[in-house]
């Protein structure tokens, strides 16, 4: 997958930009606050549209009430293009793949992307929704069946949610629960069967990955915490269908016994949106025994497996969007990264401060950004 141009207006800090784009390695330095990681988050925004903007509309100009993302991409060797319309009253007012207008469930997984960040180093500490987030926009990428029962299922919670407080208020009866338990439990059972083997091919790539870049004889591995249930027992079990329908069964159980909490708490406590992913080195948890460099070879292990993950499912390498973590990694962990980079071939847009992270031969397409303007440095 080759993203070939960028078109954004009045996005971010950009009036209106066209950009052309490199086949390998794509290179944008700066000083901070000048733009540079706006270029490469509205190559994720359109992969998964989320951003890690506080709200949507923080996308658009601070003088505007609009804003417009479009990537134009080569994938399996056919030109594609996916936009996205913002607006300040209604964040995404519209999404298009190639010109034609779409909703949600037929846009995401068009352009595929990963994105490495500094606070990604940190998420093995961080919060258990940090690590669903980065889980879901990998699966949804992968299936768009995934992502479309993730929409569902989250549409469920809060029906579910607003019910309960009416149930607890006495304004509806606690019968009317049973419904929304049912396709609660439904697609509980549907997201966690795909995540438990997500889970289970990334941490076969994860563990190769680790043991290639790592100077140390460490088993790194991944494991889903599936909140009451053991997971040994479900990792026995979770690719065959009997399994699939033991998780529905075993949901719409949990989900009756603890609908009396839920009332007297108004939410749903329980399901794949409380669940967990735990990382181990050596079978010792890596949040609680692993040191920083660890935990920096873990992290990138993951995102490198996260690209061999999707090329497994979609049948080639995403894009790979590095947003100032260069200066993060120690000059072997860099080496490691550019190596692997140019083995495999992955187009890469990075951001920088500074052009001493890179080699000093011609090492890809290098730009410079000042104030939301790009000068070709070629």
Known sequence: MRVTEIFLKDYRNFDELKLDLGEGINIFLGRNAQGKTNILESVYFASVLRSRAAKLTDLISWDGDAAFVKINFRKADVSQEVAV???AGKRIRRLFVNGEMVRSKSFVGRLNSVIFAPEDLYMFRGSPAGRRQFLNAEISQASPVYYENLVVYNHIINQRNVL????????ARQSSLETWNEQFAKYSARITAERLIAVDTLNDFARIVYKNISAQNEKFSI?????????????????????????????KKIIAEKSQRDIEHCNSGFGPHHDDLKFFINDRELKLYGSQGQMRTAALSLKLSELEFLKSARGEYPVLLLDDVMSELDANRREQLLKFLKLKKIQTIITATEKKYFPDENFGKVFEVIAGKIYSKD
């Open 223 to 251: 494991q889903y915490e599936l909140k009451g249930l053991n997971f040994e027992i479900a990792q026995e079990n979770f690719y065959s269908e009997e399994f699939k329908h033991f998780l529905f069964d075993w949901y």
């Open 85 to 87: 319309e913002l607006s």
């Open 164 to 171: 309960l407080k009416k149930i607890r208020a006495g304004q």
